[in-house]
């Protein structure tokens, strides 16, 4: 197996820097590479914009999520989409139509104001950081589990691809590569769906019964890589060679209580058929939720389920909104009509690909529960195609959806550094290509070291926060800038700060583990049900009461972002941004 | 040429104070470029229009995918519900949802565009041949 996946995944790489290349030779304009010159056809748009959007989260994540926390945990996939069809209904089109690159560059053009622009660059930063970082660790695991080598290599792998890349080739190349990147994605996981599905998809259900614990649905022999700690629900006899509870047995007979346990490296456990499945720490569910409960408890300790799951939506939907790097990419849309078909097309695309990884996470329950015995979530998709399938399809599926995550790392991490280090280059330092360039090496460099340090966290959940951020502060800055005439600059700072600080501080509190029980858990793990109506609040409140700063031209603005094409595109470009090179004519 | 070549009488014309200026008469694009008091009021006109059909469509979104929690809360059973053999979590979480964001994007991008339409066509109608390209031509 790990020939086949090395193959693929230096394949997708190398493919990767072969069609971003491309870029470099059109890339000459600071336009050029950082909107792609604005040419690009909604189909094409709609693949790259979801390209880019399909991370590690959707790839990995989720379907892990899914095994270890149950059903309820699909609120990620379909937030993840329905943020699109909200980022269709409320701001698409007269974004577009404004004709900024950035959130920053709209903050400061809506608002006129220099020092909004810097708070809305400082937050693109921390977006970005949080996102970041679970791409990275899905580049350090999958590497791990694929290679077996130590899990900093597959990131320093991953931040030197992607920085250098961007480097080079800027966004003309990526708007290419990320097109690319959604067809290769969904092959990766809809292919060995499908093919799983096919092969064994029929059988025993018993694993999907309401309440019941998973069992193993035939005799099963499982290798245990490293040592690990585990539970079982059941007392059970198992045939043990290696060392279990620091005791070592030879291919003997051992009763095991229904409690914790732990298993040393290279053990072997054999279970008869309808013995309960061992069920290692990283992948117990919470307490008291069962594995079909229609609520998202990830993060929680199964308290309050109904907050929690609301707590999700309200993230996953308006989070989109909000993001750095997704924003970028409806200025590649030639006008405000095309930026709300390609959305359209953005929603197909993503509910085509969040199929499959329920169905492989529903085969993985059904049909491996052995994998509820991995050390990380965010490892059972990579373990399953090899466990079901045996031979060289299992290999090759197995070495596809590697290629697949990886796509997955580059395509989400290339975007994000793309935004990083263009607010960096263009908001901090106003540079040009250079600049940017160079930008582009540090912010990857410190996201590369940061990503060393973080580890316990599935990827759907971390990215989870990275929306939970963005909707407390760039998703009512965008809505209220948009459809609110009096929205001043105090208000939209107050509110990013208000807002976002307070999502933030949630966020640290809760990786520090600082509330793991009751309400606390459910408030600090899933902030967003109350930062996102605080930020709003905030906003409209400083606002009203800052009347009299309301910026004079705001009559054009508005007149900007919801006048149709066919009117605006007469002789009366209304209003310019504040420099020149970004009038929306280019 | 001056008025003693032509030999022509010089008339004054007063502007009198009843006379109403007749080029923004009839509101137009004119209107919005000089952001008069019409212009202002048809732009927050379709500004208004657009908004509440978008807030129309993310509530019929929300109210599809709020409530199936809030169902699940208030009678457990439901929940619990197995449909063809599968758990009705995961045949609403994992696929039924799909089609409903679908729909309802699939209605608001027509709508918008119509409303676009319209409006183009009152604040510029098409006898008057001003604007170029207009959204309901090139989606006829």
């Known amino acids: 197996m790990p020939d086949t996946a090395i193959g693929a995944i230096a394949f997708v790489t190398l493919l990767t820097l072969v069609v971003g290349a491309r870029g470099i030779r059109v890339a000459r304009t600071p336009d050029d590479f950082m909107v792609a010159a604005r040419q690009v056809p909604p189909a094409i748009n709609a693949a790259a914009i979801s390209g880019e959007y399909l991370s590690a989260a959707s790839f990995l994540g989720i379907a892990g999520l899914i095994v270890s926390q149950g059903l309820g945990s699909l609120w990620y996939s379909v937030g993840y989409t329905a943020g699109y069809l909200v980022l269709l209904l409320l701001v698409a089109a007269p974004l577009r139509r404004f004709g900024a690159y950035t959130i920053p560059d709209f903050a400061a053009g809506r608002l006129g104001s220099t020092g909004l622009r810097r708070v809305a660059t400082a937050l693109v930063l921390v977006i970005g950081w949080f996102y970041l970082l679970p791409q990275m660790k899905g580049a350090g695991i999958t590497l791990q589990w694929v290679l077996g080598v130590p899990y900093w290599i597959g990131v320093v792998t991953l931040g030197v691809v992607v920085s250098g890349n961007i480097a080079m080739g800027g966004m003309k190349g990526i708007t290419f590569v990320q097109c690319f990147q959604y067809w290769l994605k969904l092959c990766a996981i809809g292919i060995p769906a499908l093919v799983l599905l096919i092969a064994i998809g029929h059988g025993s259900d018993r694993n999907l019964q309401p309440g019941s614990a998973p069992v193993f649905t035939r005799a099963t022999l499982v290798q245990v890589p490293q040592t690990v700690e585990f539970t079982l629900a059941r007392p059970a006899t198992v045939t043990v060679s290696g060392r279990v509870d620091q005791r070592n047995y030879r291919d003997q007979a051992v009763p095991l209580c229904a409690c914790q346990h732990v298993a040393g490296a290279g053990t072997r456990l054999g279970f008869a058929a309808g013995a309960p499945a061992p069920t290692s720490l990283a992948m117990a569910p919470p307490a008291r939720v069962s594995w079909d409960s229609p609520f998202a408890t990830a993060g929680t300790d199964g308290a309050h389920p109904l907050a929690s799951t609301y707590g999700v939506i309200i993230a996953t939907f308006f989070g989109a909104i909000g993001l750095p790097h997704i924003l970028v990419r409806f200025y590649t849309n030639p006008d405000g009509e095309a930026a709300r078909r390609t959305t359209l097309i953005v929603v197909l695309l993503l509910s085509t690909f969040y199929l499959f990884p329920t169905v492989l996470a529903v085969l993985t329950r059904l049909h491996a529960p052995q994998l509820y015995l991995v050390g990380d979530s965010d490892d059972v998709i990579l373990a399953l195609p090899s466990l079901l399938l045996s031979g060289l399809p299992g290999q090759l599926l197995a070495a596809l959806v590697a290629a697949g995550a990886f796509a997955a790392f580059l395509s989400t991490s290339s975007g994000l550094l793309v935004s990083v280090a263009g607010a960096l280059s263009h908001d901090f330092l106003r540079g040009g290509v250079t600049s940017f360039r160079w930008c582009a090496i540090a912010a990857g460099a410190v996201v590369t070291t940061a990503s060393l340090l973080i580890g316990r966290f599935n990827l759907a959940l971390l990215v989870g926060w990275a929306f939970a951020i963005a909707a407390s502060s760039f998703c009512p800055l965008l809505v209220l800038g948009i459809w609110w005439r009096q929205l001043t600059r105090a208000g939209a700072a107050a509110g990013i700060v208000v807002g976002g600080g307070a999502c933030v501080s949630a966020i640290v509190a809760t990786m520090a583990g600082a509330a793991t029980h009751g309400w606390s858990a459910v408030l600090l793990g899933q902030p967003a049900i109350w930062t996102v109506p605080l930020a709003f609040g905030v906003m409209i409140v400083t606002s009203l009461l800052t009347q009299a700063t309301v910026p004079g031209n705001v009559g054009q603005v508005m007149l900007r972002m919801h006048l149709p094409e066919a009117l605006s595109r007469h002789d009366y470009r209304p209003y310019s941004l504040e420099r020149g090179r970004r009038s929306p004519g280019r | ?140």
């Open chain 2, 1 to 140: 040429m001056s008025e003693q070549e032509t030999g022509a009488k010089r008339q004054v014309v007063v502007w009198r104070g009843d006379q109403v200026p007749v080029h923004h008469d009839i509101p137009g694009p004119g209107d919005l470029r000089d952001d008069t008091h019409t212009g202002r009021v048809l732009i927050g006109s379709l500004v208004r229009a657009q908004l509440g059909l978008s807030l129309l469509c993310l509530m019929l979104a929300l109210a599809v995918t709020v409530s199936f929690p809030l169902v699940a809360a208030l009678v457990p059973a439901v929940g619990q519900m197995k449909v063809f053999g599968l758990p009705l979590t995961l045949i609403v979480l994992g696929f039924a949802f799909y089609p409903v964001f679908l729909a309802v994007g699939w209605f608001y991008h027509r709508q918008a565009r119509q409303l676009e339409a319209r409006f183009t066509d009152l604040v510029d109608p098409p006898g008057r041949g001003t604007a170029q390209g207009r959204t309901s031509d090139r989606h006829a």
